[in-house]
Protein backbone atom coordinates (compact mmCIF):
# COMPACT_ATOMS: atom_id res chain seq x y z
CA UNK A 1 0.00 0.00 0.00
CA UNK A 2 2.24 2.63 1.55
CA UNK A 3 5.53 3.49 -1.11
CA UNK A 4 8.77 3.12 -0.29
CA UNK A 5 9.57 7.05 -0.56
CA UNK A 6 6.44 6.70 2.02
CA UNK A 7 8.42 4.61 4.64
CA UNK A 8 11.78 6.87 4.35
CA UNK A 9 9.89 9.76 5.08
CA UNK A 10 7.83 8.62 7.84
CA UNK A 11 8.71 9.07 11.02
CA UNK A 12 8.63 5.25 12.04
CA UNK A 13 10.40 5.41 15.28
CA UNK A 14 9.01 8.13 17.09
CA UNK A 15 8.89 6.55 20.50
CA UNK A 16 8.83 10.07 22.54
CA UNK A 17 6.08 10.65 24.66
CA UNK A 18 5.00 14.32 25.38
CA UNK A 19 5.26 15.68 28.61
CA UNK A 20 2.07 14.83 29.63
CA UNK A 21 2.20 11.43 29.01
CA UNK A 22 5.75 11.72 30.38
CA UNK A 23 4.83 12.60 33.42
CA UNK A 24 1.50 10.20 33.73
CA UNK A 25 4.13 7.12 33.06
CA UNK A 26 6.62 7.97 35.77
CA UNK A 27 3.80 8.24 38.12
CA UNK A 28 1.94 5.04 36.52
CA UNK A 29 5.11 3.06 37.47
CA UNK A 30 5.58 4.57 40.97
CA UNK A 31 1.51 4.16 41.58
CA UNK A 32 2.08 0.04 40.39
CA UNK A 33 5.25 0.04 42.69
CA UNK A 34 2.90 1.02 45.65
CA UNK A 35 0.26 -1.33 44.51
CA UNK A 36 2.83 -4.55 44.31
CA UNK A 37 4.03 -3.29 48.30
CA UNK A 38 0.38 -2.91 49.64
CA UNK A 39 -0.59 -6.27 48.09
CA UNK A 40 2.85 -8.06 49.53
CA UNK A 41 1.28 -6.66 52.84
CA UNK A 42 -2.66 -7.71 52.32
CA UNK A 43 -1.79 -11.01 50.49
CA UNK A 44 0.66 -11.69 53.81
CA UNK A 45 -2.22 -10.55 56.58
CA UNK A 46 -4.94 -12.54 54.93
CA UNK A 47 -3.43 -15.51 54.36
CA UNK A 48 -2.46 -15.04 58.50
CA UNK A 49 -6.04 -15.18 58.98
CA UNK A 50 -7.12 -17.74 55.88
CA UNK A 51 -8.81 -20.46 57.99
CA UNK A 52 -11.38 -22.74 56.41
CA UNK A 53 -13.45 -19.48 55.22
CA UNK A 54 -14.18 -20.41 51.81
CA UNK A 55 -14.63 -16.78 51.01
CA UNK A 56 -11.20 -15.71 52.67
CA UNK A 57 -9.86 -18.47 50.44
CA UNK A 58 -11.13 -16.68 47.06
CA UNK A 59 -10.38 -13.35 48.46
CA UNK A 60 -7.03 -14.61 49.07
CA UNK A 61 -6.57 -15.42 45.48
CA UNK A 62 -8.05 -12.52 44.44
CA UNK A 63 -5.27 -10.36 46.01
CA UNK A 64 -2.59 -13.21 44.59
CA UNK A 65 -3.71 -12.62 41.26
CA UNK A 66 -4.20 -8.63 41.44
CA UNK A 67 -0.02 -8.67 41.44
CA UNK A 68 -0.20 -9.67 37.93
CA UNK A 69 -1.71 -6.77 36.15
CA UNK A 70 1.35 -4.46 37.86
CA UNK A 71 4.04 -7.07 37.17
CA UNK A 72 2.30 -6.95 33.65
CA UNK A 73 2.07 -3.18 33.29
CA UNK A 74 5.57 -2.62 34.53
CA UNK A 75 7.16 -5.60 32.38
CA UNK A 76 5.57 -3.93 29.37
CA UNK A 77 6.85 -0.42 30.08
CA UNK A 78 10.12 -1.69 29.87
CA UNK A 79 9.91 -3.45 26.81
CA UNK A 80 7.82 -0.96 24.71
CA UNK A 81 10.68 1.67 25.29
CA UNK A 82 12.77 -0.40 22.88
CA UNK A 83 12.98 1.45 19.57
CA UNK A 84 11.94 -0.03 16.48
CA UNK A 85 14.68 -2.59 14.99
CA UNK A 86 14.90 -4.33 11.50
CA UNK A 87 13.27 -7.58 13.03
CA UNK A 88 10.49 -5.19 14.63
CA UNK A 89 10.07 -2.65 12.54
CA UNK A 90 6.91 -2.11 13.86
CA UNK A 91 8.36 -1.38 17.54
CA UNK A 92 7.57 -3.20 20.94
CA UNK A 93 4.07 -1.90 21.19
CA UNK A 94 2.41 -5.00 21.18
CA UNK A 95 3.85 -6.05 24.48
CA UNK A 96 1.16 -4.31 26.28
CA UNK A 97 -1.33 -6.97 24.15
CA UNK A 98 0.69 -9.78 25.14
CA UNK A 99 0.66 -8.85 28.87
CA UNK A 100 -2.45 -7.83 29.08
CA UNK A 101 -3.40 -11.18 27.59
CA UNK A 102 -1.22 -13.08 30.28
CA UNK A 103 -2.96 -11.31 32.94
CA UNK A 104 -6.77 -11.69 31.76
CA UNK A 105 -6.14 -15.87 30.98
CA UNK A 106 -4.82 -16.01 34.79
CA UNK A 107 -8.11 -14.59 36.01
CA UNK A 108 -10.29 -16.31 34.09
CA UNK A 109 -9.04 -19.63 34.44
CA UNK A 110 -8.85 -18.94 38.80
CA UNK A 111 -12.42 -17.34 38.36
CA UNK A 112 -13.31 -20.47 36.85
CA UNK A 113 -12.00 -22.40 39.40
CA UNK A 114 -13.32 -20.78 42.47
CA UNK A 115 -16.67 -20.66 41.17
CA UNK A 116 -16.38 -24.02 40.80
CA UNK A 117 -14.90 -25.05 44.27
CA UNK A 118 -17.29 -23.02 46.04
CA UNK A 119 -20.32 -23.53 44.31
CA UNK A 120 -19.26 -27.69 45.63
CA UNK A 121 -18.86 -26.15 48.80
CA UNK A 122 -22.42 -25.22 48.71
CA UNK A 123 -23.50 -28.37 46.72
CA UNK A 124 -21.91 -30.37 49.80
CA UNK A 125 -23.00 -28.24 52.08
CA UNK A 126 -19.73 -28.36 53.81
CA UNK A 127 -19.79 -26.42 57.24
CA UNK A 128 -16.64 -23.76 57.67
CA UNK A 129 -15.35 -24.52 60.59
CA UNK A 130 -13.64 -21.69 62.05
CA UNK A 131 -12.63 -21.90 66.00
CA UNK A 132 -10.40 -19.71 68.57
CA UNK A 133 -7.12 -18.42 67.61
CA UNK A 134 -4.59 -17.01 71.34
CA UNK A 135 -3.23 -13.67 71.08
CA UNK A 136 -1.49 -11.97 73.74
CA UNK A 137 -3.10 -14.14 76.14
CA UNK A 138 -6.95 -14.18 75.52
CA UNK A 139 -8.44 -16.70 73.01
CA UNK A 140 -11.15 -15.66 70.48
CA UNK A 141 -12.91 -16.15 67.35
CA UNK A 142 -10.71 -15.98 64.56
CA UNK A 143 -13.71 -14.74 62.28
CA UNK A 144 -13.13 -11.38 64.39
CA UNK A 145 -9.36 -11.46 62.62
CA UNK A 146 -10.69 -12.26 59.31
CA UNK A 147 -13.05 -9.42 59.51
CA UNK A 148 -10.66 -6.93 60.72
CA UNK A 149 -8.30 -8.19 58.20
CA UNK A 150 -10.85 -7.34 55.10
CA UNK A 151 -12.15 -4.44 56.67
CA UNK A 152 -8.22 -2.65 56.49
CA UNK A 153 -6.92 -4.53 53.28
CA UNK A 154 -10.54 -3.05 51.56
CA UNK A 155 -9.83 0.91 51.24
CA UNK A 156 -6.53 1.60 49.78
CA UNK A 157 -6.78 -0.29 46.27
CA UNK A 158 -9.71 1.90 45.77
CA UNK A 159 -7.50 4.73 45.86
CA UNK A 160 -4.84 3.27 43.89
CA UNK A 161 -7.47 2.34 41.46
CA UNK A 162 -8.85 5.88 41.05
CA UNK A 163 -5.91 7.27 40.71
CA UNK A 164 -4.62 4.68 37.96
CA UNK A 165 -8.01 5.16 36.27
CA UNK A 166 -7.04 8.73 35.82
CA UNK A 167 -3.59 7.99 34.43
CA UNK A 168 -4.63 5.28 32.04
CA UNK A 169 -6.78 7.36 30.19
CA UNK A 170 -3.65 9.88 29.80
CA UNK A 171 -1.43 6.80 28.60
CA UNK A 172 -4.29 5.18 26.54
CA UNK A 173 -2.97 2.07 28.24
CA UNK A 174 -5.41 -0.63 28.78
CA UNK A 175 -3.40 -2.93 31.11
CA UNK A 176 -4.04 0.01 33.61
CA UNK A 177 -7.28 0.58 33.08
CA UNK A 178 -8.13 -2.96 33.51
CA UNK A 179 -6.11 -3.15 37.06
CA UNK A 180 -7.60 0.18 37.91
CA UNK A 181 -11.19 -1.12 37.34
CA UNK A 182 -10.64 -4.20 39.20
CA UNK A 183 -9.02 -2.49 42.34
CA UNK A 184 -11.87 0.16 41.83
CA UNK A 185 -14.09 -2.79 42.73
CA UNK A 186 -11.91 -4.60 45.14
CA UNK A 187 -13.65 -3.00 48.41
CA UNK A 188 -16.31 -5.19 47.51
CA UNK A 189 -14.56 -8.45 47.15
CA UNK A 190 -13.30 -7.54 50.83
CA UNK A 191 -16.59 -6.49 52.50
CA UNK A 192 -18.60 -9.65 50.31
CA UNK A 193 -15.46 -11.70 52.30
CA UNK A 194 -16.53 -10.04 55.56
CA UNK A 195 -20.17 -10.67 55.07
CA UNK A 196 -19.51 -14.39 54.81
CA UNK A 197 -17.55 -14.68 57.40
CA UNK A 198 -19.91 -12.78 60.06
CA UNK A 199 -22.57 -15.32 58.25
CA UNK A 200 -20.01 -18.26 59.73
CA UNK A 201 -20.65 -16.38 63.15
CA UNK A 202 -24.11 -16.37 63.35
CA UNK A 203 -24.65 -20.01 62.35
CA UNK A 204 -25.48 -19.37 58.60
CA UNK A 205 -22.94 -21.86 57.23
CA UNK A 206 -24.04 -21.43 53.37
CA UNK A 207 -23.37 -17.43 53.92
CA UNK A 208 -19.48 -18.41 53.25
CA UNK A 209 -19.49 -20.45 50.34
CA UNK A 210 -22.53 -17.84 48.38
CA UNK A 211 -20.23 -14.96 49.24
CA UNK A 212 -17.36 -16.88 47.66
CA UNK A 213 -19.66 -17.35 44.96
CA UNK A 214 -20.17 -13.67 44.37
CA UNK A 215 -16.84 -13.40 44.66
CA UNK A 216 -15.26 -15.68 42.48
CA UNK A 217 -17.64 -14.74 39.63
CA UNK A 218 -16.56 -11.25 40.00
CA UNK A 219 -12.97 -12.85 39.53
CA UNK A 220 -14.54 -14.39 36.14
CA UNK A 221 -16.24 -11.81 35.09
CA UNK A 222 -13.18 -9.46 35.00
CA UNK A 223 -11.62 -12.21 33.40
CA UNK A 224 -13.97 -12.92 30.33
CA UNK A 225 -14.36 -9.27 30.12
CA UNK A 226 -10.01 -8.44 29.80
CA UNK A 227 -9.51 -12.03 27.56
CA UNK A 228 -12.07 -10.16 25.32
CA UNK A 229 -10.39 -6.82 25.34
CA UNK A 230 -6.87 -8.11 25.22
CA UNK A 231 -7.83 -10.84 22.02
CA UNK A 232 -9.34 -7.65 20.46
CA UNK A 233 -6.36 -5.64 20.54
CA UNK A 234 -4.12 -8.55 19.35
CA UNK A 235 -6.26 -9.17 16.61
CA UNK A 236 -6.83 -5.94 15.05
CA UNK A 237 -9.93 -4.53 16.23
CA UNK A 238 -10.55 -1.19 15.35
CA UNK A 239 -8.82 1.35 18.03
CA UNK A 240 -11.62 2.33 21.14
CA UNK A 241 -11.38 4.40 23.76
CA UNK A 242 -9.05 3.34 26.52
CA UNK A 243 -11.99 2.22 28.38
CA UNK A 244 -13.48 0.17 25.05
CA UNK A 245 -16.61 2.30 25.23
CA UNK A 246 -16.64 3.47 21.61
CA UNK A 247 -14.53 3.52 18.63
CA UNK A 248 -11.20 6.26 19.04
CA UNK A 249 -12.44 9.52 17.94
CA UNK A 250 -8.91 10.27 16.19
CA UNK A 251 -9.97 8.16 13.02
CA UNK A 252 -13.30 10.24 12.63
CA UNK A 253 -10.79 13.25 12.97
CA UNK A 254 -8.26 12.40 10.52
CA UNK A 255 -10.97 11.14 7.98
CA UNK A 256 -12.59 14.91 8.45
CA UNK A 257 -9.44 16.51 7.84
CA UNK A 258 -8.15 14.55 5.08
CA UNK A 259 -11.53 15.41 3.80
CA UNK A 260 -12.05 19.00 3.93
CA UNK A 261 -8.29 19.60 2.40
CA UNK A 262 -9.08 21.24 -1.09
CA UNK A 263 -7.18 18.94 -2.70
CA UNK A 264 -9.02 15.90 -1.89
CA UNK A 265 -12.46 14.15 -3.28
CA UNK A 266 -12.58 11.40 -0.11
CA UNK A 267 -10.49 9.94 2.19
CA UNK A 268 -11.23 6.98 4.52
CA UNK A 269 -8.92 5.58 7.20
CA UNK A 270 -8.16 2.40 9.04
CA UNK A 271 -7.14 2.54 12.61
CA UNK A 272 -5.51 -0.34 14.68
CA UNK A 273 -4.24 0.21 18.56
CA UNK A 274 -0.58 -1.38 18.91
CA UNK A 275 -1.03 -0.57 22.40
CA UNK A 276 -0.17 3.39 23.48
CA UNK A 277 0.02 4.21 19.66
CA UNK A 278 -1.77 3.63 16.49
CA UNK A 279 -1.16 2.70 13.68
CA UNK A 280 -2.97 4.37 10.88
CA UNK A 281 -3.74 3.81 6.99
CA UNK A 282 -4.77 6.66 5.42
CA UNK A 283 -6.60 6.37 2.04
CA UNK A 284 -7.37 9.63 0.02
CA UNK A 285 -8.98 10.28 -3.68
CA UNK A 286 -7.35 13.62 -5.02
CA UNK A 287 -9.41 15.75 -7.09
CA UNK A 288 -8.67 15.65 -10.44
CA UNK A 289 -9.02 18.96 -10.95
CA UNK A 290 -6.15 19.86 -8.27
CA UNK A 291 -2.85 17.69 -8.20
CA UNK A 292 -1.88 15.67 -4.99
CA UNK A 293 1.69 16.62 -5.18
CA UNK A 294 4.29 15.17 -2.58
CA UNK A 295 4.29 18.64 -0.59
CA UNK A 296 0.70 18.85 0.19
CA UNK A 297 0.60 15.01 0.98
CA UNK A 298 3.46 15.71 3.31
CA UNK A 299 2.22 18.85 5.07
CA UNK A 300 -1.38 16.80 5.55
CA UNK A 301 0.23 14.09 7.27
CA UNK A 302 2.29 15.69 9.61
CA UNK A 303 -0.88 17.97 10.72
CA UNK A 304 -2.25 14.45 11.18
CA UNK A 305 0.63 13.74 13.53
CA UNK A 306 0.01 16.89 15.51
CA UNK A 307 -3.30 15.67 16.23
CA UNK A 308 -2.51 13.40 19.20
CA UNK A 309 0.31 12.10 20.43
CA UNK A 310 -0.85 8.55 19.87
CA UNK A 311 -0.46 8.97 15.84
CA UNK A 312 3.00 8.56 15.10
CA UNK A 313 2.74 5.54 12.74
CA UNK A 314 0.98 6.95 9.90
CA UNK A 315 0.85 6.56 6.23
CA UNK A 316 -1.02 8.69 3.39
CA UNK A 317 -1.56 6.49 0.54
CA UNK A 318 -3.33 8.18 -2.52
CA UNK A 319 -5.58 5.89 -4.40
CA UNK A 320 -7.70 6.18 -7.70
CA UNK A 321 -10.96 4.82 -6.10
CA UNK A 322 -11.22 4.06 -2.10
CA UNK A 323 -10.11 0.08 -1.33
CA UNK A 324 -13.48 -2.17 -0.32
CA UNK A 325 -11.00 -4.47 0.33
CA UNK A 326 -9.05 -2.62 2.93
CA UNK A 327 -12.17 -0.61 4.48
CA UNK A 328 -15.13 -2.73 4.85
CA UNK A 329 -18.38 -1.49 5.24
CA UNK A 330 -17.56 1.25 2.61
CA UNK A 331 -20.47 0.49 0.47
CA UNK A 332 -22.90 0.65 3.47
CA UNK A 333 -21.85 3.93 3.39
CA UNK A 334 -21.20 6.65 6.06
CA UNK A 335 -20.87 4.88 9.44
CA UNK A 336 -17.61 1.85 9.68
CA UNK A 337 -18.35 -1.25 11.58
CA UNK A 338 -18.65 -0.83 14.87
CA UNK B 1 -18.04 -7.10 39.44
CA UNK B 2 -20.35 -7.32 42.29
CA UNK B 3 -23.66 -5.81 43.56
CA UNK B 4 -23.73 -4.10 46.59
CA UNK B 5 -27.66 -3.87 45.93
CA UNK B 6 -27.69 -7.82 46.30
CA UNK B 7 -25.20 -7.63 49.30
CA UNK B 8 -26.79 -5.01 51.56
CA UNK B 9 -29.56 -6.46 52.60
CA UNK B 10 -27.39 -9.74 54.04
CA UNK B 11 -25.40 -7.21 55.61
CA UNK B 12 -27.82 -5.53 57.29
CA UNK B 13 -29.65 -8.63 58.88
CA UNK B 14 -26.37 -9.75 60.15
CA UNK B 15 -25.35 -6.06 61.68
CA UNK B 16 -29.62 -7.13 62.83
CA UNK B 17 -28.74 -9.85 64.04
CA UNK B 18 -25.20 -8.65 65.95
CA UNK B 19 -26.71 -6.07 67.68
CA UNK B 20 -29.40 -7.62 69.25
CA UNK B 21 -26.72 -9.36 71.28
CA UNK B 22 -26.74 -12.67 69.51
CA UNK B 23 -23.12 -14.42 70.89
CA UNK B 24 -20.33 -15.05 67.62
CA UNK B 25 -20.17 -17.52 67.02
CA UNK B 26 -23.17 -19.72 66.61
CA UNK B 27 -23.29 -23.38 66.32
CA UNK B 28 -25.68 -24.54 62.78
CA UNK B 29 -26.72 -28.09 64.49
CA UNK B 30 -26.54 -26.64 67.95
CA UNK B 31 -23.86 -28.62 69.29
CA UNK B 32 -22.71 -26.29 72.60
CA UNK B 33 -26.50 -25.82 73.71
CA UNK B 34 -27.15 -29.68 73.45
CA UNK B 35 -24.33 -31.06 75.38
CA UNK B 36 -24.41 -27.80 78.24
CA UNK B 37 -26.20 -29.79 81.03
CA UNK B 38 -26.89 -32.88 78.68
CA UNK B 39 -24.17 -35.64 77.58
CA UNK B 40 -21.12 -34.84 75.63
CA UNK B 41 -20.10 -37.54 73.01
CA UNK B 42 -16.64 -38.89 72.82
CA UNK B 43 -15.31 -40.84 70.44
CA UNK B 44 -11.88 -42.68 72.14
CA UNK B 45 -9.09 -43.97 69.47
CA UNK B 46 -6.53 -46.40 71.40
CA UNK B 47 -3.49 -44.23 71.55
CA UNK B 48 -0.54 -45.04 73.42
CA UNK B 49 -0.15 -42.32 76.42
CA UNK B 50 -2.67 -40.25 74.92
CA UNK B 51 -5.89 -41.98 75.00
CA UNK B 52 -5.99 -45.89 76.61
CA UNK B 53 -9.28 -47.99 76.44
CA UNK B 54 -9.16 -50.94 78.66
CA UNK B 55 -11.89 -53.57 78.18
CA UNK B 56 -13.68 -52.73 80.90
CA UNK B 57 -14.41 -49.38 82.68
CA UNK B 58 -13.88 -45.86 81.89
CA UNK B 59 -10.86 -44.50 79.11
CA UNK B 60 -7.60 -43.29 80.54
CA UNK B 61 -4.68 -40.50 79.61
CA UNK B 62 -3.96 -37.49 78.34
CA UNK B 63 -6.83 -36.84 76.41
CA UNK B 64 -10.09 -38.71 78.77
CA UNK B 65 -8.67 -36.60 81.71
CA UNK B 66 -8.68 -33.14 80.19
CA UNK B 67 -12.36 -34.05 78.37
CA UNK B 68 -13.76 -34.85 81.56
CA UNK B 69 -12.97 -32.03 82.91
CA UNK B 70 -14.57 -29.66 79.98
CA UNK B 71 -17.47 -31.96 80.82
CA UNK B 72 -17.52 -30.97 83.84
CA UNK B 73 -17.31 -27.32 82.72
CA UNK B 74 -20.39 -27.59 80.72
CA UNK B 75 -22.28 -29.44 83.28
CA UNK B 76 -22.58 -32.58 80.93
CA UNK B 77 -22.07 -35.97 81.18
CA UNK B 78 -19.69 -38.13 79.29
CA UNK B 79 -21.05 -40.88 76.91
CA UNK B 80 -17.42 -42.70 75.86
CA UNK B 81 -17.67 -44.48 72.55
CA UNK B 82 -14.71 -46.52 71.26
CA UNK B 83 -14.13 -47.70 67.99
CA UNK B 84 -11.85 -47.92 65.11
CA UNK B 85 -10.46 -44.39 63.74
CA UNK B 86 -11.94 -44.72 60.88
CA UNK B 87 -15.24 -45.62 61.59
CA UNK B 88 -15.24 -42.76 64.56
CA UNK B 89 -14.66 -40.50 62.13
CA UNK B 90 -17.24 -41.45 59.95
CA UNK B 91 -19.61 -40.85 63.28
CA UNK B 92 -18.28 -37.55 63.98
CA UNK B 93 -18.82 -36.35 60.06
CA UNK B 94 -22.40 -37.59 60.40
CA UNK B 95 -22.82 -35.69 63.72
CA UNK B 96 -23.24 -38.51 66.07
CA UNK B 97 -20.66 -37.84 67.95
CA UNK B 98 -19.74 -34.50 69.53
CA UNK B 99 -15.89 -34.69 70.06
CA UNK B 100 -13.17 -37.23 69.15
CA UNK B 101 -10.08 -38.02 70.93
CA UNK B 102 -7.06 -40.35 69.90
CA UNK B 103 -3.84 -38.37 70.15
CA UNK B 104 -4.16 -36.76 67.02
CA UNK B 105 -1.79 -34.04 65.34
CA UNK B 106 -2.74 -30.46 63.33
CA UNK B 107 -1.67 -32.49 60.14
CA UNK B 108 -4.53 -35.33 60.29
CA UNK B 109 -5.75 -36.22 56.70
CA UNK B 110 -9.35 -35.62 58.07
CA UNK B 111 -10.02 -31.87 57.87
CA UNK B 112 -12.87 -32.88 54.89
CA UNK B 113 -14.34 -34.48 57.69
CA UNK B 114 -14.07 -32.98 60.82
CA UNK B 115 -12.75 -29.48 62.46
CA UNK B 116 -9.64 -29.43 64.47
CA UNK B 117 -9.00 -27.38 67.57
CA UNK B 118 -6.09 -25.41 68.04
CA UNK B 119 -3.07 -27.27 68.88
CA UNK B 120 -3.14 -27.28 72.83
CA UNK B 121 0.36 -29.04 73.69
CA UNK B 122 3.51 -29.87 71.39
CA UNK B 123 5.62 -32.61 71.55
CA UNK B 124 8.53 -33.98 69.44
CA UNK B 125 8.58 -37.61 68.53
CA UNK B 126 11.39 -40.03 67.44
CA UNK B 127 11.85 -38.57 64.37
CA UNK B 128 12.76 -35.27 65.53
CA UNK B 129 9.26 -34.03 64.43
CA UNK B 130 7.37 -31.75 66.59
CA UNK B 131 3.74 -32.90 66.82
CA UNK B 132 0.95 -30.38 67.63
CA UNK B 133 -1.86 -32.36 69.77
CA UNK B 134 -5.74 -31.20 68.51
CA UNK B 135 -8.76 -32.87 68.88
CA UNK B 136 -12.01 -33.04 66.38
CA UNK B 137 -15.09 -31.60 66.04
CA UNK B 138 -17.46 -31.99 64.00
CA UNK B 139 -17.22 -29.25 61.11
CA UNK B 140 -18.98 -25.65 61.40
CA UNK B 141 -20.21 -25.84 65.25
CA UNK B 142 -17.55 -23.09 65.75
CA UNK B 143 -19.32 -22.11 69.32
CA UNK B 144 -18.59 -25.13 70.22
CA UNK B 145 -15.32 -25.52 68.94
CA UNK B 146 -14.43 -21.97 70.36
CA UNK B 147 -15.51 -22.80 74.06
CA UNK B 148 -13.42 -26.17 73.80
CA UNK B 149 -10.59 -23.70 71.96
CA UNK B 150 -10.82 -21.61 75.08
CA UNK B 151 -10.79 -24.35 77.79
CA UNK B 152 -7.97 -26.01 76.44
CA UNK B 153 -5.60 -22.99 75.36
CA UNK B 154 -6.52 -22.35 79.66
CA UNK B 155 -4.75 -25.61 80.44
CA UNK B 156 -1.03 -26.82 81.07
CA UNK B 157 -0.93 -30.07 79.82
CA UNK B 158 2.05 -31.52 80.58
CA UNK B 159 3.18 -35.20 78.92
Given at each position: MSTAEDQQT??????ELPEEQKAALRKAVRVEWVTIGFLAVSTLLVYLVLGNSQAMKAAWIEDLLSFLPPISFLVATRVIRRRPSETHPYGYHRAVGVAHLVAAVALLVMGGYLVVDSALKLITTEHPTIGGITLFGSTFWLGWLMVLAMLLTAGPPVVLGLIKMKLARTLHDKVLYADADMNKADWMTALAAAVGVLGIGVGLWWADPVAAILISTSILHDGIKNVRGAIGALTDTRARTFDDA???PIGERIDSYLRSL???RDARSRVRDEGHVFHIEAFVVPRRTTRATLHRIEKARRTCIEM??????MVIVPVAELPEEFLP??????AERQ | MLNIRLMLPGLLLLLGLTSCG??????PNGTLERVTGGTLRVGVVENAGWVEVPPTGEPRGVEPALVEEFAENLDAEVEWVPGAEHELVDDIFHGQLDLLIGG???????IKEAGITRPYTETVDERGETLKHVMLVPLGENAFLLRLDRFLQAQEVEV
Open positions: ARFGHTEPHHWVDWKVQDGLTRGG | IAIPQDFSADTPW
